[in-house]
């Protein structure tokens, strides 16, 4: 372990407050996102679940690629940064924080929108016939009724985030410290053909997949049990 | 093509309903003005569209062309239209729909307003439906019949100036149905709030509703008291097999001697073996038209007790073998309106025709619900199994 550079460290704690923060932004930007797809009977909504869907099947470096045109300098991206005093989001905390919202949106929206599809619309109509305002239906018994989907939500947010590495490495230029996240660490190992180190980060990363997959499952389990 | 209703205008106590349109591939036409007072039903087959109209007056659905006013207040008209959270309503679901999350007693407080005290009070309530061992429970632990009790509890607390439910027994089994059926028909006795029931068993709607309006494939084809409307000879209740009228009468006494309680209707006094209630109280009672039968003379021997003058006002055949006739009681027919059914043997054999007198023997008479529960001074009225119906054969 010795061998580690104190780096890694850096690089780990910065991994996990990129996947915080991106998962809250995910909850954020994915719930209202979520709740129109289930409940909008616009045509629009399924062109804009597809959207939505691309980076599941589109490969990183494209999806990459794409964010590195609209976050630079000469992308809307700067206008964004100049509200900071910044010139582009490329290579900046900020930019990757977008690139992996975008890439892991889909992981987030999908199983909020099929929980708050699953509940219908009676809850909310016993709730209207209860003199609840929308708002206040929403917040009393839509969320709580579609928990189950946001525990899976957040936590697919989180993980997917973890182990992101193309998005991230086009966008963020693996800076170290500002944008160089643990998967980009194991990729330079192996460049640098340190075995050790790479074998343990590799091996730290697949416990922590199995370990989320589990808790995930687990979580479901028990919710579904005591909804029964 | 829009299809151009007259105006109305909202009365005070009134329910005034006017729904045109179509809700997906479903034609509707329906209209009706009722009492905003006592339970009416709106009866018809399964499909008709009778919770269209149940959601429409609600605000869940909303047809463009609709006008709806509740004792005075538009709900819906060509300019306005409330959403649901802003009528005072309560609605009772088919399938109960107690939100998951939350305990009994947070379902029930869940549509409580803010400003206490409010008018229907949650002790009240919790008795009157008898919920109190369930509060803590969660939803998915109670019998159907229990979830339906707390769907009615909390439309209720929710403080509504009219009561909406759907089918709430539509769901529910034959023994569920029983269990709940006293405590739907204690609600408007105990709760001057006016109530639409939506079902399509003319059991259930005998025993609850005061008022009737009858629907069939999306049209209200007949709208009146409910005895009115099952005497009536041009429509299809008088004329169907589980034909009966169901009166409101008055108890005028008790013979203590014989068990007998005595009720008046207008051109009748009944004598029904029943435990006593006390004078002045009201009592629904069935009268089923195959209870009935006629005869040209007053019998001088027999052992019916109810035995009336009465002029026939219809003849309905039904089927080849039997007729149902409408009688209105009292001599020269000025009293209530009763169904009676009779071989069309015995109606060719003794010559009758329409607008002849003749006396009403009535072999049963069932009462149901009681407004107050009996007395229990007089002794010796064995109980019978289900305490909302009392039968009684003479």
């Given at each position: 372990?010795?061998?580690?550079?104190?780096?890694?460290?850096?690089?780990?704690?910065?991994?996990?407050?990129?996947?915080?923060?991106?998962?809250?932004?995910?909850?954020?930007?994915?719930?209202?996102?979520?709740?129109?797809?289930?409940?909008?009977?616009?045509?629009?909504?399924?062109?804009?679940?597809?959207i939505?869907?691309l980076?599941?099947?589109?490969?990183?470096?494209?999806?990459?690629?794409?964010?590195?045109?609209?976050?630079?300098?000469?992308?809307p991206?700067?206008?964004?940064?100049?509200?900071?005093?910044?010139?582009?989001?490329?290579?900046?905390?900020?930019?990757?924080v977008?690139?992996?919202?975008?890439?892991?949106l889909?992981?987030v929206?999908?199983?909020i929108?099929?929980?708050?599809?699953?509940?219908?619309?009676?809850p909310?109509?016993v709730a209207?016939?209860?003199?609840?305002?929308?708002?206040?239906?929403?917040?009393?018994?839509?969320?709580?009724l579609?928990?189950?989907?946001f525990l899976?939500?957040a936590?697919?947010?989180?993980?997917?985030t973890?182990?992101?590495?193309g998005?991230?490495?086009?966008?963020?230029?693996?800076?170290?410290?500002?944008?160089?996240?643990?998967?980009a660490?194991?990729?330079?190992?192996?460049?640098?053909?340190?075995?050790?180190?790479?074998?343990?980060?590799?091996?730290?990363?697949?416990?922590?997949?199995?370990?989320?997959?589990?808790?995930?499952?687990?979580?479901?389990?028990?919710s579904?049990?005591?909804?029964? | 093509?829009?299809?151009?209703?007259?105006?109305?205008?909202?009365?005070?106590?009134?329910?005034?309903?006017?729904?045109?349109?179509?809700?997906?591939?479903f034609?509707?036409?329906?209209?009706?003005s009722v009492?905003a007072?006592?339970?009416?039903?709106?009866?018809?087959?399964?499909?008709?569209?009778?919770?269209?109209v149940?959601?429409?007056?609600?605000?869940?659905?909303?047809?463009?062309?609709g006008?709806?006013?509740?004792?005075?207040e538009?709900w819906?008209?060509?300019?306005?239209?409330r959403?649901?959270?802003?009528?005072?309503?309560?609605?009772?679901?088919?399938?109960?729909?107690?939100?998951?999350?939350?305990?009994?007693?947070?379902?029930?407080?869940?549509?409580?307003?803010?400003?206490?005290?409010?008018?229907?009070?949650?002790?009240?309530?919790?008795?009157?439906?008898?919920?109190?061992?369930?509060?803590?429970?969660?939803?998915?632990?109670?019998?159907?019949?229990?979830?339906?009790?707390?769907?009615m509890g909390?439309?209720?607390?929710?403080?509504?100036r009219?009561?909406?439910?759907?089918?709430p027994l539509?769901?529910?089994?034959r023994c569920?149905?029983?269990?709940?059926?006293?405590?739907?028909?204690?609600?408007?006795?105990?709760?001057?709030?006016?109530?639409?029931?939506?079902?399509?068993?003319?059991?259930?709607?005998?025993?609850?509703?005061?008022?009737?309006?009858m629907?069939?494939?999306?049209?209200?084809?007949?709208?009146?008291?409910?005895?009115?409307l099952?005497?009536?000879?041009?429509?299809?209740l008088?004329?169907?097999?589980?034909?009966?009228?169901?009166?409101?009468a008055?108890?005028s006494?008790?013979?203590?001697?014989?068990?007998?309680?005595?009720?008046?209707?207008?051109?009748?006094?009944?004598?029904?073996?029943?435990?006593?209630l006390?004078?002045?109280?009201?009592?629904?009672?069935?009268?089923?038209?195959?209870?009935?039968?006629?005869?040209?003379?007053?019998?001088?021997?027999?052992?019916?007790?109810?035995?009336?003058?009465?002029?026939?006002r219809?003849?309905?055949?039904?089927?080849?073998?039997?007729?149902?006739?409408?009688?209105?009681?009292?001599?020269?027919?000025?009293?209530?309106?009763?169904?009676?059914?009779?071989?069309?043997?015995?109606f060719?054999?003794l010559?009758?025709k329409?607008?002849?007198?003749?006396?009403?023997?009535?072999k049963?008479?069932?009462?149901?619900?009681?407004?107050?529960?009996?007395?229990?001074?007089?002794?010796?009225?064995?109980?019978?199994?289900?305490?909302?119906?009392?039968?009684?054969?003479?």
């Amino acid at each position: 372990m010795d061998s580690f550079s104190p780096e890694i460290w850096q690089s780990l704690g910065l991994t996990i407050e990129l996947a915080s923060v991106t998962t809250v932004i995910l909850l954020i930007v994915g719930t209202p996102l979520a709740w129109w797809l289930a409940r909008s009977k616009s045509l629009w909504t399924e062109t804009v679940a597809t959207i939505i869907a691309l980076p599941l099947v589109l490969p990183a470096p494209v999806l990459g690629f794409c964010l590195l045109g609209l976050l630079g300098p000469k992308g809307p991206g700067s206008l964004l940064a100049s509200l900071w005093g910044g010139r582009t989001l490329a290579f900046t905390f900020a930019g990757i924080v977008v690139g992996s919202v975008l890439s892991a949106l889909p992981f987030v929206v999908q199983p909020i929108r099929n929980a708050f599809a699953a509940m219908g619309d009676r809850p909310l109509e016993v709730a209207a016939t209860l003199r609840a305002s929308p708002l206040y239906a929403f917040f009393t018994v839509a969320l709580p009724l579609a928990r189950p989907g946001f525990l899976t939500a957040a936590v697919l947010g989180f993980a997917h985030t973890i182990g992101t590495f193309g998005v991230v490495l086009m966008i963020g230029g693996n800076i170290p410290g500002r944008t160089k996240v643990l998967s980009a660490f194991l990729f330079d190992y192996v460049q640098a053909s340190r075995w050790r180190e790479a074998s343990w980060l590799a091996g730290a990363m697949v416990m922590f997949a199995f370990a989320v997959i589990l808790t995930l499952t687990l979580i479901d389990k028990y919710s579904r049990r005591r909804s029964t | 093509m829009r299809h151009v209703r007259h105006v109305r205008t909202a009365t005070a106590g009134r329910i005034e309903i006017a729904f045109s349109g179509s809700i997906g591939s479903f034609p509707l036409d329906m209209q009706f003005s009722v009492p905003a007072k006592g339970v009416t039903a709106i009866f018809g087959p399964s499909g008709c569209g009778k919770t269209t109209v149940a959601r429409c007056i609600a605000g869940l659905a909303r047809l463009p062309s609709g006008f709806c006013a509740i004792d005075g207040e538009v709900w819906q008209d060509n300019t306005t239209f409330r959403p649901p959270h802003l009528r005072p309503i309560g609605y009772v679901f088919q399938d109960a729909s107690l939100f998951p999350h939350l305990s009994v007693r947070r379902n029930l407080l869940y549509g409580v307003p803010k400003p206490k005290p409010t008018p229907i009070a949650f002790d009240e309530v919790v008795e009157l439906l008898e919920i109190a061992p369930l509060l803590d429970r969660s939803p998915s632990h109670l019998s159907g019949g229990e979830r339906q009790r707390v769907a009615m509890g909390r439309a209720l607390l929710s403080q509504p100036r009219l009561l909406v439910m759907d089918e709430p027994l539509g769901a529910l089994d034959r023994c569920a149905k029983r269990e709940i059926l006293p405590f739907v028909e204690r609600l408007p006795e105990k709760l001057a709030l006016p109530m639409i029931y939506i079902g399509h068993d003319m059991a259930e709607i005998e025993r609850l509703t005061d008022y009737l309006v009858m629907m069939e494939r999306g049209m209200a084809t007949a709208a009146g008291p409910l005895h009115v409307l099952q005497s009536d000879p041009t429509l299809p209740l008088a004329a169907s097999r589980e034909a009966a009228v169901s009166l409101d009468a008055v108890v005028s006494g008790y013979d203590g001697r014989y068990g007998l309680l005595i009720l008046r209707l207008k051109g009748a006094r009944l004598l029904v073996p029943a435990p006593p209630l006390a004078p002045g109280v009201h009592q629904r009672l069935r009268i089923a038209a195959s209870d009935v039968s006629v005869a040209r003379e007053a019998p001088r021997v027999g052992s019916i007790l109810n035995v009336f003058p009465a002029r026939i006002r219809a003849c309905l055949p039904l089927g080849a073998a039997e007729i149902t006739l409408v009688l209105a009681l009292g001599a020269g027919g000025s009293g209530t309106e009763i169904l009676a059914r009779i071989t069309r043997f015995s109606f060719d054999s003794l010559g009758l025709k329409n607008g002849m007198d003749v006396f009403a023997e009535l072999k049963h008479v069932s009462l149901l619900s009681a407004s107050e529960p009996p007395l229990q001074t007089i002794a010796s009225s064995t109980p019978t199994a289900d305490p909302g119906e009392a039968s009684a054969a003479a």
